[in-house]
Nanobody
């Protein structure tokens, strides 16, 4: 049984930083792609970034390029999302997701496993 548990959300001022973590368990993730999505109130859940567990290739939504960095720690089975230069429009619930296969996939329906989400609020 795959489990994804997010942590690290909170309240931050515009221009600030946060690091989200996603602890993955239940199987080997060698052939998996891990991703972060976010859902703001009244909006669809949207792709943020992804990383191939083996090799580490990454892919980002245009809205976060240059500000967010996705990474993974193989030893800890954990994926991170470092978020810098945060803006009020980054406010959302952030979800960790996993799928078997390549990393250049942004559709929500392509990801089989999901975490419970962690709230990020950017406000002064």
């Amino acid at each position: 049984q795959v489990q994804l548990v997010e942590s690290g959300g909170g309240l931050v001022q515009p221009g600030g930083s946060l690091r989200l973590s996603c602890a993955a368990s239940g199987r080997s993730f060698i052939s998996y792609t891990m991703a972060w999505f976010r859902q703001a109130p009244g909006k669809e859940r949207a792709f943020v970034a992804s990383i191939r567990w083996t090799g580490g290739s990454t892919y980002y939504a245009d809205s976060v390029k240059g500000r967010f960095t996705i990474s993974r720690d193989n030893a800890k089975n954990t994926v991170y999302l470092q978020m810098n230069s945060l803006k009020p429009e980054d406010t959302a619930v952030y979800y960790c997701a996993a799928r078997v296969g390549g990393s250049y996939v942004t559709g929500r329906s392509e990801y089989r496993y999901w975490g419970q989400g962690t709230q990020v609020t950017v406000s002064s």
